[in-house]
């Protein structure tokens, strides 16, 4: 699409490629400087120490910090331009960008988040693995999502779906700041209760309700008005929509795990078992 492309980083397969790098690079940098910086906050933190080893170390510390930048910049910013798009025609949410200035200028802006987040997995994977915490949900999680990156952005299409799937990181926000203190303040802490409940709520509203929303709307036009994509494979289109089925799925098994310990949560009153809540890998520090 001619109008944005301009104004996209990536938009061009040199561009692509070198901007993919360079934020690659990026965020390893950032994690190597926040390796390097709990050296410096290491005796504040030792005063609220972990009750779990692992949770003591510098690469624990760099992953949740660096979760924590991404999620809340990536959201912030997506919502902002998700906002911009409310009363976008039809075609500007799911086809090209259209003419109207404030619709392409939100494009252009999830276009761009697009990329930085599609760094930010694959790097996360990387060191998620060289962390040997991996686990298969977490895995098939970031491969459904640069599978979303690279097929959006290859036909440059469905602004309004990368901005929702985007918008999702909201949830990773409270997710971090509750993993990261619940083993040094304890469960009854208010500072954990309030990352909690508000991970739940943003979590119900932004990867389940919100996804499926826009699942949904794709998919129906995927099948009944194909004519609104363009030139877009139809292809193309049914795996997008395969791939959206597959991430509810991941969001419904996650949100099972969720909803039986904010029963505990609640019928414990924030007296959750240590033992049963030990971390358990990269499910267990954010996305």
Known sequence: HGQVCNDIWWC????YWQ??????LLWSTLFVVLLQFYRLVRPVLERWPSTYREENSASWFAVNVQSTIHAASISILA???LASLRGAPHLGSFGGAGDDDSFRIASVRIANLSQVFHAYMIVDTGVTVFRKAMT????LHHFVFCFFCWLLQFHCFATELAGYLLVMEVST???NGFLFWRSRLGNEHWLVQFNFLFFAGAFIVFRLMGTTHIAWRFIANAIGSPEVFGDVPTTHLNLISCALVLAIGVQLYWAFGIGMKFAKFFATRGRVD??????KGAAQKGD
């Open 274 to 279: 240590a033992a049963e809540d030990a971390p």
């Open 19 to 24: 901007t993919l790098v360079a934020l690659c």
């Open 136 to 139: 298969l949900d977490y895995l």
């Open 79 to 81: 919502l902002r331009a």
């Open 173 to 175: 926000v409270f997710l």
């Open 12 to 15: 061009g397969l040199g561009n």
